[in-house]
Structures are given as C-alpha cells and as structure tokens.
C-alpha cells in the first residue's frame, strides 16, 4: 500500500495508544529507522502505551481497497528488544463498526515476528474489502513491549473520483521498461538497447563479483570505445548494497530513455551524447542482489543483500587514503615527498591478505583506467545527495563538517542533483527516517552525516581526478514495481543535470613546443589546495564554480607556466591550454642519461650542428672525468674550433667555482644569467 515508500501519508494512521510520541503511529512503517540515540521525535516503530490485547495499529486508505495481508517487523532499537509474537485483523468501512478475520467460526491468529528485524508476511486466506485495516496484537515478547512496524498488502478499487487517489498519483509518458531485471534480465536489456542504438552504445565488463557474475557496464557516445581528446568521461554506478534496488534499475531505465532520445532526434540528450563519454554501471554487488530479489520487496528487510559474497561492504571497503593524506599534512611532508593528489594506495592494501572484494579490486582498476572527470554512485534509504570527505578528521568523532579544498564545487554539484529532483528540497515532505535534510537543502558533507573510513567517494577524489558523490534516491530501498515509474519521474531531470555538469569548470590540453601532449602534467587552481593530472593524450578537465582562476600547469622535466582562466555562469567548460618546454637543466640531465653519464666526443667538423649545451655538458665531465684545468686541455680533448675558446674561458671560470657535480646547479645558473 505505501507505508514504507510514504505513500500512505502521517494522518491516515492511528494507534489505540502511545508509549510517547517519537513511537507514534506515524513511526509504524516497515523498515523504518531509528538513530543512534533514540529520542522524543525519531524511533523504530509505533509502541503501545500499555501492553494488553486491546491494543491497535491502524491503517485508512482513503477509498475501498483490496487488502490481501500483512507484514510486520519489530521495533528497530540498539537498546531495545521488543516485536509482535502473534495478532489478529480487523477491518472497517466506517472506523465504527469492526469484523475481524475468521478462521470458520474462531478469530484468525496470525503467527508474527520472532525477533525484530526479519519482516514476516501473512496473506489472507481471502481477499477482503474495506477502507480500514486494523492489526491488533495479541501476544509479544516476553521481556518487551508491543512494538511494530507494518507495511500493508492490497490493491485500490477502481474510483477515479476519489480525491487522494489522483492527489498522489504520478505519471510518466515514458515508455520504458518498469520492472525489476533479474541479472539475466539485466543483461539481456542492455543488449536490447545495444542493438537499437549500435552507434551510440558499448557493452563492456569491468570483471568479476565472487559469485562469479560479470559485472557489466554500459557506455553511450558518439564514438563507443574511444577516449576523445577533450571530451571528458562520466559515470554513474548503482547497486554497491545489492538490496538497494532503485538506482539500479534508474541506470536501466536512463539507459533506455536516452537512446531513445537519441534517434527521436532531442537536441539535449543528443548533444550530452556527442560531448560526453557515459559510462553506465548498473549493478557493483550483482550477488547481494540476487539475494534481495529473491526473497521480493517487502520481505528482503533493510540489509539482506546489503553486502557481497564474502560479507564485504563495497561502498566502504576501499583504502583509507584520507587519513594517509592528513597524517602527511600533519608531518608537512606535502609537497615535499606527497602529492595533495593521487594519493598512493597503501602496501597493505594490495596485499593478498587484505579484506579487499574483488568487485572492489574490479571498481578500483576501473577507475584507475578510466579517465573519469565526474561521477556519482546511486544508493537508497534515503533521499540526500553527500559529499566528500565521509570520514571526519578528528579521531574518534563520529559526526564533524569534513570539507575537502573543493568543497564550494562539491555544494554545486549535489544541489544541482537535489534541487531538480522532485521531492529533495521539498520542505513539507515526510523525513524518510531521522533526519530532515531538506532543511539542508537536500544535501550533506558525509562526514557531518556519519563518519566511514575508506568510501568510494573519498578514494576517487584523493587518487583519481574525479569527483564523486552520493545520491541516496528514495526513502524505500527496494520500492514495488508499480512504483518505478514514479521513482524514474522523481529522478529522471536530476539524472540528466548532474551529468552535464561535467562540462562546468576549464579543460584544455598541455603540450610540449613541438605540440605533443603530455601525461601526468599536473594542474594546480591557486588557492584550491588539491590538483589534477593530464589524461594520456595531454587533455585534462578542473570542475570550478564560476569565477577567474590562477591556473598553473607544470610536468616533470618541464618548465611550468601560468595564466589566468575565466568560468562562466552558462554550462560549457573554458578552454585553457598550455604549452610549456623544457629548461635547460632538465636537458643537461636528459643528454647525463641518454649518454650513461660520460663525456659526448665531438669531432670538430662536427660541432657546428651540436647545442652549446651539449658543449657545457662535456666541459663538465671533461674536468671531472680528467681532473684537468685549463682552456688548452679542454680546447684539445673536446676538438672545439677557435670560435668557440671564448666561451670556454667563461666555463673555465666557473668550473674553478663548481669542479665537481654537485655544482652543475650553479654552473646552470651561470650560464642564464
């Protein structure tokens, strides 16, 4: 019926009584959970004020319905112990007058919970219609309280008169494929949808979940298979808690719509396509959800299927590079001996030993490959966007403001989600939960929530170059298939914005003189204290909000240059190229290697077309190799003609300051004067 999606609103449930009202009716919904410390206005379930068989939990659907049974669950607690044992159902057309369910001539009893999280289903013997159902307990736990959480089965009547019906009633036009896929079914949509637009799509795996399934991945862009030059990549995953379906299914639906878009010619959806490499991963922990889906929607509860095989939870099991970094920071070894980006992957982490899924292993390769600008995995649960850092910086605590140096980026980006979702920013919505993030704006800092070491999102910052967040997509993690299409109308415009926020910021290309782009080259924004690096061919993208930016780009054995770039308001990154050389020094050093550092014999017919940089180069390894001094010796053994003695009585002078290697440095100087 809705009351774990919120379908079924606050007012339409009632209780014969009330322990207090943080254990109201209200709170009486399956899967419902309370805080870590549990208060007047949050808890895990509705509890009765006193505990005897008179007592009640009511449900009013607002028109005649079709009740087929009911499943109930205990009260969510870490400090209490309290579920149903058995109850029987009662139901109304006029709240006055109550029938209860018969079992020939005696009362149905209904066997119920046997501790408080498993939700357990009973289905009527019968059908039965009504306006009103009504459970009433009859016996509990002997050491707790009479506590429940209820989801109700059944189907409205036909009555489109009927006033709340059409008032919570959602739409779509899209015709798409609404329902939940199997892994089987999973796969074999996306080759529907391959097929339909071969131009535009790629499937793809990114390797294995222990269970042995491959884990699939979908890519939409003008040129499939192909990173083009300037043309930054994204991606969405869903699925990493297996149980937490919707997000799985949206990437399938997104899928669908935008090929489909795609050949009925929609300039929007056509130009992200030809700007935009997407990569779509439907499915992290495809084991958990075969787990989930086995046992339906109402019944996998709130973590069946949550972890892969080995009982790893994916979203938190990658290495903990944020406090790698700030331990650095603290021994100021940054930039000294560590990056503020890249950070490297601890040895123990790549141990065979280490606790490391390998859909994460998968994940991790993945991103490392790929070069990702932006990205966002989908979960559920709840509805909020978080942003990095999700574990606090203080030891120990266990909610604190964590920002990163791009925190002003990140607030954009998660509002530019939260904000055109349909109900996120929504301050009359019902809180999923405990928290009223719409206070917040539909968004959060994960470590302000709740700290996690090791998430998904802090390792793609601090050792990729993309940014990574969360969507948590709706309150029901595995929402019934007559509530998808509600769910892809809550979602589908917030899909679409996030992603072309990949082009919000600059890109450019860095090149040497001779205009071949450079790996590596790292891009520092003055006054954002975390850089970037060049993808293979040079190009790279830095998401900033609008504004006028000191942007430097340097590489190793290369000198580095600066310039002033501009971010607008409208979407579509500045261009910001540069070009930078090599300086003499690295040249000197280069010319040391290629030659295993020993002295170049020029011959003299030979020295017109010979730098007088290589030149400078054997007059120093001619006085440390010979230990010689003088202008004739050096004249002799490097066969130089008399055009060149008088920059050889310079070196002469210099090399009485710097006759040893170490001294190169100053010899360097020297000479750029």
Not at 115 to 137: D, G, H, L, M, S
């Amino acid at each position: 019926m809705g009351l774990e999606s919120l379908k079924i609103d606050d007012f339409q449930l009632h209780a014969s009584s009330t322990k207090r009202y943080g254990l109201g009716a209200h709170r009486g919904r399956l899967n419902i959970q309370a805080g870590l410390y549990e208060d007047d206005l949050y808890d895990g379930a509705w509890c009765a004020g006193r505990d005897d068989p008179l007592q009640w939990f009511e449900v009013d659907a607002r028109r005649l319905t079709k009740f087929t049974g009911v499943i109930t669950q205990g009260r969510n607690s870490l400090w209490s112990s309290d579920w149903v044992t058995s109850y029987k159902v009662m139901i109304s057309n006029d709240s006055h007058t109550w029938m209860t369910l018969k079992n020939g001539s005696d009362d149905l009893i209904f066997r119920s919970n046997r501790e408080k999280e498993i939700p357990v289903q009973n289905i009527f013997p019968t059908p039965v219609v009504a306006r009103y159902i009504r459970v009433n307990p009859q016996s509990w736990f002997s050491s707790g309280s009479i506590c429940m959480r209820v989801e109700i089965l059944g189907c409205p009547m036909p009555d489109p008169n009927n006033y709340y019906h059409r008032r919570n009633e959602v739409i779509t036009s899209d015709d798409l494929d609404f329902r939940h896929h199997t892994y089987k079914e999973m796969r074999q949509l996306m080759k529907v949808v391959n097929e339909m637009c071969p131009n535009i799509t790629r499937i793809y795996n990114i390797g294995k979940s222990q269970g042995g399934l491959k884990l699939y991945a979908f890519e939409i862009s003008d040129n499939p298979g192909e990173h083009e030059v300037g043309e930054p990549e994204f991606r969405y995953t869903a699925g990493s808690h297996g149980n937490e379906v919707l997000g799985r299914e949206l990437l399938l639906l997104l899928m669908q719509f935008m090929c489909l878009e795609y050949l009925s010619g929609n300039q929007r959806i056509r130009h992200l396509v030809e700007e935009t490499r997407i990569h779509l991963l439907p499915s992290v922990n495809p084991d958990g959800y075969e787990k989930a889906f086995e046992v339906g929607s109402e019944l996998s509860g709130w973590s069946l299927g949550r972890w892969n095989n080995n009982g790893i939870d994916i979203h938190h099991n990658f290495p903990d590079l944020s406090s790698v970094l700030w331990e650095a920071e603290a021994k100021k070894l940054i930039p000294r001996k560590m990056f503020n980006h890249h950070v490297p992957i601890p040895e123990w982490y790549q141990s065979q030993n280490a606790s490391v899924a390998l859909e994460t292993r998968a994940l991790m390769a993945w991103m490392e490959k790929m070069p990702f600008v932006l990205g966002s995995n989908l979960q559920g649960g709840e509805l909020v966007v978080t942003f990095p850092y999700d574990r606090t910086r203080s030891p120990g605590v266990t909610r604190e403001q964590t920002p990163t140096p791009d925190d002003h980026i990140f607030r954009w980006l998660a509002f530019s989600y939260a904000s055109t979702h349909r109900l996120m920013t929504d301050a009359s919505r019902r809180v999923c939960h405990t928290e009223d993030f719409a206070k917040e704006d539909g968004t959060i800092n994960g470590a302000s929530w709740h700290t996690a070491a090791g998430s998904m999102n802090d390792f793609s910052y601090l050792h990729t170059n993309c940014f990574e967040l969360t969507m948590f997509v709706g309150c029901d993690k595995f929402p019934h298939e007559n509530e998808l299409p509600e769910e892809w109308e809550n979602n589908r415009e917030s899909l679409l914005v996030f992603m072309e926020q990949v082009h919000r910021g600059i890109k450019g290309v860095v090149r040497d003189l001779q205009g071949r782009g450079i790996a590596n080259a790292i891009i520092s924004v003055e006054g954002i204290n975390h850089d970037v690096r060049t993808a293979a061919d040079g190009d790279y993208w830095r998401l900033l909000n609008p504004g006028e930016y000191k942007v430097t780009a340097r590489a190793h054995g290369y000198a580095s240059a600066s310039k002033k770039c501009e971010v607008g308001y409208e979407i579509g990154a500045t261009r910001c190229d540069f070009k930078i050389g090599r300086p003499n020094l690295s040249r000197i050093r280069e010319i040391m290697e290629k030659f295993n550092r020993q002295p170049i014999k020029l011959q003299v017919r030979q020295l017109q077309t010979h730098s007088f940089l290589e030149l400078v180069l054997n007059f120093f390894f001619f006085f440390n190799t010979t230990g010689k001094t003088g202008l004739e010796p050096c004249v002799t053994y490097l066969g130089a003609e008399e055009e060149e003695e008088e920059k050889l009585r310079l070196l002469t002078k210099t090399q009485q300051k710097t006759p040893h290697v170490s001294g190169l440095r100053e010899l360097y100087s020297f000479f750029n004067r």
